[in-house]
């Protein structure tokens, strides 16, 4: 099954993408959040098309105590705007995300290579996407 990560923030939205039979998540690409959301929605719907998608994988980001916040209910917002106005079929399941950023920045940096903010959105995503497939399959 395919399956795609997605790492919801204000300027950036990271993409990553896997097969549940390999389980191994790939950073794709970074969608960038415009004043225009209707131009994101159709970008980000286009990728999901392409790519196949069966299943949606959204970062939810936690506090420290595990519990929601503001920034939770901004991606859950997003994601409903999202599905309404591209008509979604695949199903949405939320992953937490505590901490995917700061690891995904470690995780570039260790390779020695320049790294700009996208990379670090769309590293976020795959390890998103990772944790849920390494727990539901």
């Given at each position: 099954m395919k399956v795609i990560g997605l790492d919801i923030g204000a300027k950036r939205i990271g993409i990553a993408t896997a097969s549940s039979d390999v389980k191994i998540a790939v950073p794709h690409a970074v969608v960038s959040v415009g004043e225009n959301l209707g131009e994101t929605f159709e970008e980000l719907?286009?990728?999901i098309l392409a790519e196949k998608t069966e299943v949606i994988i959204v970062g939810l980001p936690r506090n420290s105590k595990g519990e929601e916040?503001?920034?939770s209910q901004l991606v859950k917002k997003f994601m409903t705007d999202f599905?309404?106005?591209?008509?979604?079929?695949?199903?949405?399941?939320?992953?937490?995300?505590?901490?995917?950023s700061v690891i995904a920045e470690e995780?570039?940096?260790?390779?020695?290579?320049?790294?700009?903010?996208g990379k670090i959105d769309s590293e976020a995503a795959a390890i998103i996407l990772t944790d849920y497939l390494e727990r539901n399959f």
């Open positions: 719907k286009n990728i916040t503001k920034q599905e309404s106005a591209v008509d979604l079929q695949q199903p949405i399941y939320y992953q937490d995300e505590s901490l995917t995780r570039l940096g260790a390779t020695g290579r320049d790294f700009d903010k």
